[in-house]
């Protein structure tokens, strides 16, 4: 009987315990503090509050749980991480979720964001884009009202010291810059200039979610020790340098897409990534500072608009004149893989130049395969001689971690002395080079999967190694499998007058925009491959820490490279046009885009070696030259996005997010969200067969003479006919708006997107819009 009531003792103490121990863990979950941004009513601040920033830290306040013995007030005020009051209006704070539940109900919130983690997308190009003809200067401003456009620049900061930041001859800096140049290790006073006229640093929500930054390891303040943000920088806005090379490579005069603009360098990525809260804060402060133009080379996938902090933002600078350049992803060649896909965000794709760094393999059977490579250095291999060739994996379609070179699976008993054939994937590409270099082989053969197809794309490696296509990678690692297979590699220098090209990067994200389709992403593309621009000092060109050398440029590849392309294009159309709107800036771009290549054919899909796609290219390839006069140009107002907006099935609470900076309602202007005033044209049919017709309508403004007369070209198309009224525009005055309609009519549903063009000529312009048909049973 005492066993009986032992055991029982024993089992209600067990319940118990188990009992407490999952209350005390749900406990500790909802206590865990992460960060939050929460949007604010601007215009619901309670009179006793003597500014916006004292009511969202009492609000704040008054839903922390109660204070430990460890915690004081000053910790309490730390919980609070930013304040936003230009672009966007609330804080970021550090919440717990019991918090966060509280604040949800408080009077004026109007929603609250987790922060989210972003990645950066990572001489011959002002050239290729036609800016640096004799005649080029013609086209654009006058120099000196050039110097009045700043570029704000999202990324990893900024190395003052780079010829491509020198700003002699540069005026003073201009009236409307209300920034600041803070200071820090490595950053003084002195190393802002009249090009670099500003340079912030945004790192509270980055400490909040990784711990405080290791000074000793990272620049605390605007210096760049990555690169990537003097390299997007420099792109955007870099100074006239003469000689500019990366070792040797793609030797000549380097200069941004607007010499003449001023750079403002906001610093929100760390070794450990980029932060929402950050980002958002740098917006905010950016567009309170004056700039002119943000371009932003990073992303963090696709959330609904009203979820979307970074849309959310860029809608407050849009409001407020700013254009802004987003880079669309690295997630090519995979369809509906892009981020920053809102109408008011110019979204960004990438493309080649028509110049290139050829390297070759020579196969112990004497076959010469061409590759691509920046390799320069002391371990070179001799051309008269042949190197024992070795490939760990097994020639399936599935990659081995060996076959990938990946840190610590290769043997130095097998490959030394050899030339390692390596896979890409899973690691960056020039640290397989080091992984091979480590154990023992003497170079690299680098060759591309499928998802990657025949583009090549250069590395600065440090260990000869070429990277090949994956054709070519294929009958390279069947050849391997031959007893005493052999190779030798060579470096061939720069070659320019490549064709085709431009050709659309294979890395370069791509549509359809799943948010809503009748909103054509990306935008348009841009030079993205081999980009030699400005570097860090702090870090040599493979990125390596190993990596000993030091360069003043650097040759990347990235949507990151292609973004600050258009960012600076759209700083020169600012300069020459001042009352241009951002819409009217990006419908300039869009409309005088290219769709065919240096062989007059079709852009070509780098991953396939096949005409692109709108889902691929955009509008088409950015001609600025064009764009500077486009004849006309499709203008959208804050209240134009808004109308689009009320069209995407958002609730009353969910549309104030941007609507409560202006107190903007619904209208209901538009019938569907195509008929926003958008430079391409998207028609979605229903699943429901009966619908058979669709009616868009779009709005143009005589930007060139005022006396204008413009007639219709519309594309076939095998599913539907199209039909455009009226098939004249007759323009009196220059700014004059005249409409008209497209009419689509269902001949047969196809099952894939049909693709085509409206192109309105007056004898001098040709004003181009992308057409695309998608019947959505088809999807």
């Known amino acids: 009987m005492a066993g009986i009531l032992v055991k029982c003792l024993f089992f209600f103490v067990s319940l118990c315990l188990g009992f407490s121990l999952a209350v005390c863990t749900t406990s500790n979950i909802q206590n865990i503090k992460k960060t939050y941004i929460i949007q604010m009513d601007k215009w619901a601040k309670p009179d006793v509050f003597i500014d916006h920033v004292k009511w969202y830290s009492s609000l704040v306040k008054s839903v922390l749980s109660s204070r430990t013995e460890k915690e004081t007030a000053g910790d309490e005020q730390e919980r609070i991480l930013y304040s936003y009051q230009t672009a966007f209006h609330g804080v970021a704070a550090h919440l717990s ?12 919130v109007l929603a609250v964001f987790p922060e989210t983690k972003y990645q950066l997308h990572t001489t011959r190009s002002p050239l290729f884009l036609g800016l640096d003809r004799e005649d080029s200067s013609k086209l654009w401003s006058d120099k000196l009202a050039d110097h009045n456009v700043i570029v704000g620049v999202l990324d990893t900061g900024i190395w003052p010291e780079s010829p491509s930041f020198n700003d002699t001859g540069m005026t003073p800096i201009p009236a409307h810059w209300k920034g600041a140049c803070e200071t820090g290790r490595g950053f003084e006073k002195h190393h802002c200039s009249k090009k670099i006229i500003g340079a912030r640093i945004f790192y509270r929500g980055y400490e909040a979610a990784s ?16 690169g990537h943000g003097t390299h997007t920088a420099g792109t955007v806005a870099g100074s006239v340098v003469r000689g500019a090379n990366l070792l040797g490579y793609a030797y000549g005069t380097a200069r941004g897409m607007a010499p003449g603009a001023r750079v403002a360098a906001y610093k929100v990525c760390w070794v450990g990534g980029c932060f ?3 980002i958002l804060s740098a917006v905010d402060q950016a567009v309170a500072d004056g700039v002119n133009v943000l371009s932003i080379s990073l992303g963090g996938g696709v959330s609904s608009y009203n979820r979307d902090s970074l849309s959310i933002a860029a809608f407050g600078a849009m409001e407020k004149g700013v254009f802004v350049s987003c880079s669309a992803g690295n997630g090519g060649p995979d369809p509906i893989s892009l981020t920053n896909v809102s109408p008011w965000i110019t979204t960004v794709g990438a493309s080649t130049m028509d110049r290139d760094f050829p390297a070759t393999v020579k196969l112990g059977t004497g076959k010469v395969i061409t590759g691509a490579s920046l390799y320069k250095g002391r371990r070179n291999l001799s051309t008269e001689k042949q190197y024992s060739l070795i490939y760990l994996g097994n020639n399936s379609s599935s990659p081995m971690p060996s076959s990938l070179c990946l840190e610590g699976t290769l043997d130095g008993a097998e490959v030394a002395g050899k030339i390692v054939i390596c896979d890409r994937g899973i690691s960056p590409r020039v640290q397989k ?6 154990a023992g082989g003497v170079g690299m053969i680098l060759t591309n999967t499928a998802a990657n197809g025949e583009e090549l794309v250069a590395d600065s490696h440090l260990l000869p190694a070429v990277a090949v296509g994956e054709r070519e990678g294929r009958a390279i690692k069947h050849y391997a499998s031959a007893r005493n297979a052999t190779a030798t590699l060579k470096f061939l220098g ?22 809503t389709l009748e909103i054509l992403k990306p935008d348009m593309v841009a030079p993205g491959v081999n980009i030699l621009a400005a ?9 390596l820490p190993t990596d000993q050398r030091r360069t003043n440029f650097n040759i990347l590849s990235g949507t990151s490279m292609s973004c600050p392309h258009v960012s600076g294009i759209a700083a020169l159309l600012k300069a020459r046009h001042p009352d241009w709107s951002p819409a009217a800036i990006k419908s300039a771009l869009m409309t005088t885009a290219y769709v065919h290549d240096n062989t007059c054919n079709s852009l070509k899909d780098s991953s396939t070696a096949t005409p692109s796609t709108p ?8 001609n600025p ?3 500077v006069d486009p004849g006309l140009v499709y203008d959208i107002g804050a209240q134009d996005y808004f109308e689009f907006l009320c069209t995407q099935q958002l609730s009353p609470s969910q549309l104030m997010v941007f609507g409560k900076f202006s107190n903007r309602t619904c209208h209901h202007s538009l019938a569907n969200p195509g008929d926003l005033n958008y430079p391409a044209i998207s028609a979605v049919f229903p699943e429901d067969a009966k619908v058979s017709t669709l009616t868009l309508h779009r709005t143009v403004t005589n930007v060139a003479s005022p006396i204008s007369n413009y007639h219709v070209r519309v594309s076939s198309f095998e599913g539907a006919v199209v039909k455009v009224e009226p098939s004249r525009l007759n323009f009196t005055s220059k700014h004059q708006k005249l409409s008209y309609k497209v009419i689509f009519e269902t001949k047969s549903r196809l099952k894939a997107p049909e693709f085509g063009s409206l192109i309105w000529k007056d004898g001098t312009h040709k004003v181009r819009s992308t057409i695309v048909i998608t019947w959505l049973a088809s999807i």
């Not at 979720?97 to 004026?108: A, D, H, I």
């Not at 570097?535 to 990125?543: K, N, Q, Y």
């Not at 889902?615 to 950015?622: F, L, M, P, T």
């Open 97 to 108: 979720e019991e918090e966060v539940s509280k604040l949800q109900k408080q009077p004026g």
């Open 211 to 226: 711990g405080k930054i290791n000074e000793r390891g990272e620049y605390k303040s605007a210096r760049d020790q990555d």
């Open 276 to 278: 929402s809260s950050d």
């Open 433 to 438: 080079g080091q992984v091979v270099k480590d």
């Open 494 to 515: 720069t070659k320019l007058g490549i064709r085709p090209s431009p050709v659309v990067a294979a890395f370069s994200s791509r549509g359809p925009n799943f948010l």
């Open 535 to 543: 570097w860090t000092g702090a870090l040599g060109p493979s990125s």
């Open 615 to 622: 889902y691929d290219h955009g509008a088409g390839h950015i």
């Open 625 to 627: 030259r064009k764009a």
